[in-house]
């Protein structure tokens, strides 16, 4: 059952992320709701990105680890905090969740009449003459921009978690988050995530999905640079960690009472 329980939080917190994160990227650059400011697009897009993993890591890290992105599961593999049978299960979940989150919101946006697969997108990402290259960047640019990203952002999720920290550290990750997007957004749309980049690309099609496998292969590049460093930094392997500490067991906290009463 606590399995059950880790596959459907990674499931249900990625499929959100996606939900509201694509959700944000595709009013401010498919609808235009943000103006004639790119900027404006860019800032709020990667402020949802950050809050909403930022809600998640409370609501589910306690129960997964709240990874909600293959790459930084493959990043928890490489330093021996979790078995790969179980991160293979991670990930169908992970990529399962990314794709349901992409499907309820086209569900929703699809139901204005101003909205089209091809025209509105669904945030993906891209580059070249993809507009989600706001500069149009290179296929070399963004596969490169892309590994340094989520480098970035796998490095300080895996060191926040590698060791004791106040809760309140958490909120760290969705600021790493938000700023690699603040950066990221311009060049590529920002991934950082394949099964963020997949649900959209699957839907919308065309251009997008055609150019995704970049954004699965370069944010797995980009976990294992972040591995390594890590590695080399603060040792390795390491005991698996969950964000928060589990709640004590009623027996465990009687049979505390029980041996101080003794004393």
Known sequence: MPVVRKLIAETVGTGVLVFFGAGAATLAFGFHLAGASDSAGVVVTALVFGLVLFALMYAFGT???????????????LLGRIKMPDAVMYWICQFSGGLIGALMLWAVVGQSPRYTRAGTGLGANGWGSSPASLIHITLGGAFLAEVILTAIFVFVWLTVTGRETNPAAMGLIGLALTLVHLVGIPLTGTSVNPARSLGSAAIVGGTALNQVWLFILAPLVGAVVAAVLHALL??????????????????????????????
């Open 234 to 263: 603060y040792g390795q392997p390491e005991r698996p960690v969950l964000p928060f500490p589990r709640p004590r067991a009623h027996t465990d906290a009687a049979a505390d009472a029980e041996q101080q009463s003794r004393h």
């Open 63 to 77: 129960v997964s680890g709240c990874h909600v992105n293959p790459a930084v599961t493959l990043g928890a593999v």
